[in-house]
């Protein structure tokens, strides 16, 4: 039961500071107003993002993951003062304009709820599903040998065994990364954080990215929301077969593809959505380029899958709305993912490879 | 997946697709949504609330986009002719079904059904339109229960007996990172709960000595790997034709103090010639501690 409340704790944690983090990257040079999912969703990219540049650095000069989990800390209370402080000026702004306060009726009501439960099945199914696959050996080992010997990535997780050289395939996505620092800092174990609480989290994450795109398409009808928002969950109960993105939401979820595969997509084409019914507006490119980033330093599956979906969509931009610039956004949301690519080629070419000894 | 361009040729596309697909029909599904999605874009009154324009922008924004996004992507991605020369070169055979997550099945299948759902004004026609809906999507496809998934034991999602074998090597041991032989299918989950726990033969171990199995060819390979294809093969394949001294000789060379076999009475009987001693038993497993040769047994 402590464990539990330990879980809970840590998820409403990583709540609070994905959405510190998108009102930060949301609020940034505007004052248009993101939903708070939205925020939720562009925070959990942001978050990634400068976990990654923040542990780079620090994994290729050896440091230990103690040291890694100290800077991450004060980075993230830094975050946590800069929103404060503007959270500070923004309510001081709100005091001098008047709130026109929403009320809901019944009906509206009831269908929120219909929402939150259809949530909460979900979530409730990959909580107490099992499956042992061969995947989690490393997935899982990376965090647990990553603790256990207070190092970044220099354990092979399959052996046991110290590395030569850094997989930089792999090691460029810094998530697992962040589950380590995590198990270090609240003592959870591997296990409990990768296939309990982050499986909660990005299950939750997934359902608001569908939450997005209804309220995107139906406006405040809040029974289609519901409606759409189950039929999403029905699709991915029943659409099994080893490969769909469905299934490695539900069986793999602690895997960094499995979040390319359901998040990272889900929200790429909502952002798709919102580009291509308002080409004028960059905001959408800017997000854009945020999530490709994010969704390198979580999977390294991304660096391929990202640029092939934002190619792809930037030549319908071309083709029907004719926007030459498209080519230009596209091209600096695609960067992240064709460095990581850059690297992952040099490093398989034998041109580049970084000792995980001094 | 297990196909490659050399065996599937210009076919290999479309079996990434049958196989991703199996047994269900939901990129049929996502067809029809993708035509419906298409002809239906001059959107229905919604809500009262909102302003209606927005949401009919947004639903045909939504049809924009897609089916020439779908179109891009079958001339690209999906396009053998240009497939067979960029999966060979980024050698992604093995990867190449997730090109298949970048169709937006689950959005807009989800999006389609709602859609022609909520059209209906009646309140008899938009519960027939859901039942319906639903039991298309439930019946042309194939449950997640059908992968045989377990209720997890615990919080770690391990079972419990991974957690107890763990528990009783080291209360028996002493040490700190106790040096352990298992079966497989503990080998991929010893670590993942206690990193502690040294696998003298690893997850990550077994290809490697498959692949030195394969290529022996009758030569004297380095004795850290033939020991450990020893052992492996009696503990792992369960190949008990392999005599006891040789057995033996190969866990003393590994240096392992701790054994854990399948519960089975011609298991047992091996491995307590093969200088065993059954330190306890879980439901399916027994934990031997291997005495080496040069160590006294605990009855001599």
């Known amino acids: 039961m402590a464990e539990w409340i330990k879980c809970i704790g840590i998820i409403g944690l990583y709540f609070l500071l994905f959405f510190t983090f998108g009102t930060l990257v949301c609020g940034f040079r505007t004052k248009e107003k993101a939903s708070v999912p939205f925020t939720i969703l562009i925070g959990f990219f942001a978050y990634y993002v400068l976990f990654q540049v923040v542990t780079l650095p620090m994994m290729f000069t050896l440091q230990p993951l103690s040291a890694l989990t100290a800077v991450w800390c004060v980075c993230v209370l830094l975050v946590l003062l800069a929103a404060f402080i503007r959270a500070v000026k923004k309510m001081h702004r709100m005091r001098k304009e008047k709130q026109k306060q929403e009320t809901y009726p019944l009906s509206d009501r009831i269908w929120k709820a219909a929402q939150a439960m259809i949530v909460l099945l979900h979530t409730v199914l990959v909580s107490v599903i099992y499956y042992s696959y061969w995947d989690a050996t490393y997935y899982v080992g990376t965090v647990s040998f990553s603790v256990y010997h207070n190092a970044i990535n220099t354990y092979n997780p399959l052996t046991g065994r110290l590395l030569d050289t850094f997989d930089l395939k792999h090691c460029l996505a810094t998530y697992h990364m962040h589950d380590a620092v995590v198990c270090q800092l609240f003592d959870v174990h591997p296990l409990i954080e990768t296939k309990t609480v982050m499986v909660i989290v990005i299950t939750i994450l997934v359902n608001l990215a569908y939450y997005c795109l209804a309220r995107r398409l139906f406006g405040k009808n809040e029974f289609a929301t519901a409606v759409m928002m189950g039929f999403c969950l029905l699709v991915n109960l029943c659409s099994f077969s080893l490969y769909t993105s469905s299934s490695f939401l539900l069986f793999r979820t602690y895997e960094g593809k499995a979040i390319t595969g359901a998040l990272v997509t889900t929200v790429l084409f909502y952002l798709f959505l919102q580009i291509y019914e308002n080409p004028q507006r960059k905001r959408g490119w800017y997000y854009l380029t945020i999530v490709s980033w994010g969704a390198v330093a979580v999977s390294a599956s991304a660096m391929i899958l990202v640029p092939a979906a934002i190619g792809a969509f930037a030549v319908v931009m071309l083709l029907k709305k004719r926007k030459w610039r498209t080519i230009l956004y596209a091209g600096i949301s695609m960067l992240p993912c064709f460095l990581s690519l850059l690297v992952y080629f040099l490093n398989r070419l034998g041109i580049l490879s970084i000792h995980t000894w001094r | ?300």
């Not at chain 2, 035509?35 to 049809?63: H, P």
């Not at chain 2, 396009?79 to 093995?94: A, H, Q, S, T």
């Not at chain 2, 997640?144 to 999602?157: D, I, M, S």
């Open chain 2, 1 to 300: 997946m297990n196909i490659t361009i050399a065996e599937e040729g210009w076919r290999f596309v479309l079996t990434c697709i049958q196989r991703y697909q199996g047994e269900g029909c939901f990129l049929i599904l996502f067809a029809a949504a993708l035509f419906y999605t298409g002809i239906s874009s001059r959107g229905v009154k919604l809500c009262e609330k909102e302003d209606n324009l927005s949401i009919l922008s947004a639903q045909k924004a939504m049809a924009g986009w897609t089916i020439p996004y779908v179109i891009v992507l079958a001339l690209t991605v999906f396009n053998i002719l240009i497939m067979r020369y960029v999966v060979v070169l980024l050698k992604l055979e093995d990867e190449y079904y997730r090109f298949l997550w970048l169709l937006p099945v689950t959005v807009l299948i989800g999006y389609a059904a709602t859609h022609f759902t909520v059209r209906w004004q009646s309140r008899i026609a938009r519960t027939a339109a859901l039942a319906g809906l639903t039991a298309v999507i439930v019946f042309t496809g194939k449950t997640v229960l059908a992968r045989g998934f377990t209720l997890a034991e615990n919080l770690y999602k391990v079972p419990d007996e991974v957690i107890q074998i763990c528990e009783v090597i080291h209360e028996d041991s002493g040490a700190e990172n106790p040096k352990v032989i298992t079966e497989f299918d503990l080998a991929v989950l010893v670590n993942q709960y206690d990193p502690s726990v040294s696998l003298e033969i690893s997850y990550g171990d077994v290809p490697t000595l498959r692949d030195v199995e394969a290529d022996r060819n009758g030569q004297d390979w380095d004795r850290w790997l033939t020991s450990r294809l020893t052992v492996m093969n009696v503990v792992m394949d369960h190949d008990f034709s392999v005599p006891v001294w040789d057995f033996v000789a190969a866990m003393d060379y590994t240096d392992a103090s701790y054994l854990v076999a399948q519960k089975e009475a011609m298991f047992d009987a091996y491995y307590s010639e093969a200088r065993c001693v059954p330190v306890k038993s879980t439901e399916n497993y027994v934990i031997y501690r291997y005495y080496n040769s040069v160590l006294p047994m605990p009855d001599e």
